[in-house]
């Protein structure tokens, strides 16, 4: 694949945030802004455990879900894979790139009339679409600007999006290999999680564990 030049960005502001969990775990963070982002909007990188001195950092792309971030919706598995994300990358060193792409890129708003639709049957997708909205409409274009404006052009990446590496890639980011996020199943998730599966092509086991780390 071809990669795409990147326009240049730069760091804004650079700080130290102590970073605490619902169940009590805790972590430092340095947080990074950005200047120069493709799509202007205020992305966030967190530099968890000792990033500055890994080969190759651990790199997770969230995409900003309010409602499960921070209200702790079960409707999808956002809060405990970003929880479980911020500790496997503190461990071994890397970056949680925190994405302003609320509902895979339509808005809250729009996120929550897609949850109307589905409560009368459609899937995330088809309710995405029904709205007249893409079914995932989110670029990855800044992500590759803020790894590559922190010097992070190798990684590992943390996901079973298929098309996050490919984006990444596109645009010379190296993934050198992908590694599997937590699956955390509910009865109230199941069903989006089956539907990542069988149309986006999510690695994810539904039997409670995720598939094993395979080279990129």
């Avoid at 409602?67 to 496997?88: H, I, K, M, Y």
Wanted: with cysteine.
């Amino acid at each position: 694949m071809n990669s795409a030049p990147l326009a240049p960005a730069a760091v804004r502001t650079s700080v130290r945030i102590p970073l605490q969990f619902g169940d009590g775990f805790r972590v430092e963070a340095q947080a990074f802004t950005f200047d120069g982002l493709a799509d202007g909007q205020e992305h966030l990188a967190l530099g968890l455990g000792e990033y500055l001195h890994t080969g190759t950092p651990l790199v997770r792309l969230h995409s900003e879900c309010l409602t499960g971030d921070v209200f702790g919706s079960a409707r999808c598995d956002c809060g405990p894979q970003l929880r479980d994300a911020v500790e496997q990358i503190a461990r071994v060193g890397g970056y949680l790139l925190y994405l302003r792409q609320e509902g895979r890129g339509i808005g809250l708003y729009n996120k929550l009339d897609a949850y109307a639709l589905q409560d009368q049957g459609l899937n995330t997708y088809e309710a995405n679409e029904a709205l007249g909205l893409p079914s995932d409409g989110r670029d990855y274009t800044a992500a590759a600007q803020m790894l590559s404006t922190l010097g992070a052009r190798r990684i590992e990446l943390l996901s079973n999006n298929p098309d996050k590496a490919k984006q990444l890639a596109a645009h010379g980011i190296e993934i050198q290999r992908k590694v599997p996020t937590g699956v955390f199943v509910t009865p109230t998730n199941l069903r989006y999680l089956q539907t990542k599966v069988n149309v986006t092509g999510h690695q994810i086991l539904l039997d409670g564990s995720a598939v094993p780390a395979a080279a990129a």
